[in-house]
């Protein structure tokens, strides 16, 4: 696979785990979201689909998108493969609730 497919496949990946962990949420609320491990779960590997994604993506490619903040998207998902026991549940939740949304903003314009 070409490096630009790679790309274009990654950022799907990205876009697809973002719509699935939106949609996770939807009509959620923050308590509902502490007291539901089953939900913190599947939000935690959507966030790590979504680093993994990031971290395959091409270092040239993430090197013309500065915009994003590719290294912080990359670290979370280590964390949550590798540092679980620092999980914290709230701050998983101010990510779904402030940084997914502008994630979501900035990649819109490079999907083909």
Do not use: C
Not at 38 to 44: A, N, P, Q, V
């Amino acid at each position: 696979m070409s490096a630009l497919n790679r790309d274009l496949a990654s950022l799907w990946d990205m876009n697809r785990a973002i719509t699935d962990l939106q949609s996770f949420l939807e009509n959620v609320t923050y308590e509902n979201y502490q007291n539901n491990l089953l939900l913190h779960r599947g939000i935690e590997r959507e966030l790590e689909i979504l680093g993994e994604a990031a971290r395959r993506l091409s270092s040239q490619f993430r090197d013309q998108h500065p915009e994003i903040d590719w290294k912080k998207i990359i670290g979370l998902r280590n964390i949550i493969a590798h540092q679980y026991e620092d999980i914290r549940i709230e701050r998983i939740w101010e990510i779904t609730q402030n940084d997914i949304p502008l994630l979501k903003a900035k990649l819109q314009p490079l999907l083909p």
